[in-house]
């Protein structure tokens, strides 16, 4: 029953840092997306991913990166890390089939200092 | 594109009380129209939807919402809440049919608190 996993749950970067979150599902999903939150803003979406091989830009993608060289994995990559990027970031994924449901992990809470 | 507008940031209520939550979104085209529910700490899951036939949803908790689209609402209702049901409540859009990938467009969120 693991769903959605994310890693780390918490970290803090100093300004200029790179770092990757990871995001793993075994549900088979063909659909992944990385979704920020902030407070009073709900969420935007950053990456998303309709298959392996394959990604494209969200609302807010600037000062991030995420590769998808598999169906599982979705990892999402921050290069030269700026306090504006300090926020909680959740990976969902959804079957294509389906009519909407997307399956959320726990989120990674960053923040950058 | 799609927009949402959440009317309230927060709400408090009393325990056994009822409560509504207000949605409204924009869109050009048809739309699904869901509540997600986050409890503190966690991810978000799934509430209720909205995609086609019947106005009103309901969800296994007690909730339901209905879809007006002459007013471009999806109000959120319990006719009597629980301590439990403290959480942040989002109400989110997405196009109709398979061309949107399933991205969603979600609202500001409107926290629920629920006193004894």
């Known amino acids: 029953n693991a769903g959605v996993t994310q890693t780390p749950k918490f970290r803090i970067l100093k300004i200029g840092q790179s770092m990757t979150l990871q995001c793993t599902q075994d549900?088979?999903?063909?659909?992944m997306y990385w979704y920020r939150q902030d407070p009073g803003m709900g969420l935007k979406l950053i990456y998303y991913?309709?298959?392996?091989?394959?990604?494209d830009k969200g609302e807010v993608p600037n000062g991030y990166n995420v590769s998808r060289s598999t169906t599982e994995d979705f990892p999402l990559r921050l290069e030269l890390a700026a306090p504006s990027q300090t926020s909680v970031y959740f990976c969902?994924?959804?079957?294509?089939?389906?009519?909407?449901?997307?399956?959320f992990g726990e989120g990674s809470r960053l923040t950058v200092l | 594109a799609q927009s949402v507008t959440q009317l309230d940031s927060q709400v408090p209520v009393f325990e056994e009380a009822p409560v509504e939550l207000r949605c409204n979104y924009s869109?050009?085209?048809?739309?699904?129209l869901f509540w997600y529910v986050q409890y503190p700490n966690q991810g978000l899951q799934l509430l209720l939807k909205y995609l086609s036939g019947s106005t009103l949803v309901e969800s296994i908790n007690g909730f339901e919402a209905e879809f007006n689209k002459s007013q471009t609402s999806f109000h959120l209702r319990k006719p009597s809440v629980h301590i439990s049901d403290t959480a942040e409540y989002f109400c989110a859009v997405r196009i109709a049919g398979g061309t949107s990938y399933g991205k969603l467009t979600f609202g500001q969120g409107t926290i629920l608190t629920v006193h004894p």
């Open positions: 549900m088979n999903h063909n659909y």
């Open positions: 969902a994924s959804s079957d294509r089939l389906s009519t909407g449901e997307l399956f």
């Open positions: 991913s309709v298959g392996a091989g394959i990604t």
């Open positions: 869109s050009s085209v048809s739309v699904y």
